[in-house]
């Protein structure tokens, strides 16, 4: 397991997001192991907050055979968390956004059943590596797609927004392992976007 990100609440409470992996074995006994999104949030002296899923802590699953690795998170104004991650559904990859309300379900009104699944192309390695929330509630994440940087704006409910670029997304084109892969972005008071390699 791996600590993915950590966040620290306006009212000090601190947010660690995770991978929860789980082992699965065929009845030969040889396995793998499937990741999910774990979240346990704690209260400033460090104790589990028990207002959050009841005991501090959550596990989101996205299904039966599901891989999703977390690699990031931001916190929303109005406590909801916003968690990034690497969908794996076949031998390529997409990006996965799911938001956790502030008392720790997963949010319906977020994208699809609480989730969105972004692929800049079938067949694609696409990997989501930082994301942050705007003032104005929009959400940008940034990654890599087959080996070079990529960027996707989201509505605040969780739609890919068209009103950037056209259809939410940059991307370069294909290039290789040498090229800029976008891994940390934050978004200015004045929503201008700014990505480090």
């Not at 090229?179 to 990505?195: E, G, H, L, W």
Request: no cysteine; net charge neutral.
């Amino acid at each position: 397991n791996f600590t993915a990100d950590l966040e620290v609440t306006p009212v000090g409470k601190i947010v660690l997001i995770a991978d929860a992996r789980t082992v699965i074995r065929d009845a030969g006994g040889s396995g793998f192991a499937l990741s999910s999104v774990a979240v346990a949030r704690f209260n400033s002296d460090g104790t589990p907050d028990n207002t959050f899923s009841g005991d501090g802590r959550t596990v989101v699953d996205f299904g039966p055979a599901t891989d999703v690795a977390p690699m990031a998170a931001a916190l929303q104004r109005d406590g909801k968390l916003v968690v990034a991650g690497n969908y794996l559904p076949t031998s390529a990859s997409d990006w996965v956004l799911t938001r956790l309300t502030a008392s720790g379900g997963v949010d319906s009104t977020f994208g699809t059943r609480g989730r969105v699944i972004t692929s800049f192309g079938t067949g694609r390695f696409d990997l989501v590596r930082d994301v942050a929330v705007g003032p104005d509630g929009k959400i940008v994440a940034v990654g890599s797609s087959n080996f070079t940087g990529a960027l996707a704006r989201y509505t605040a409910s969780g739609r890919l927004d068209t009103t950037f670029t056209g259809d939410g997304l940059v991307f370069d084109g294909p290039r290789n392992a040498t090229s800029p892969q976008f891994s940390a972005v934050a978004v200015r008071p004045d929503r201008k976007i700014v990505v480090a390699n």
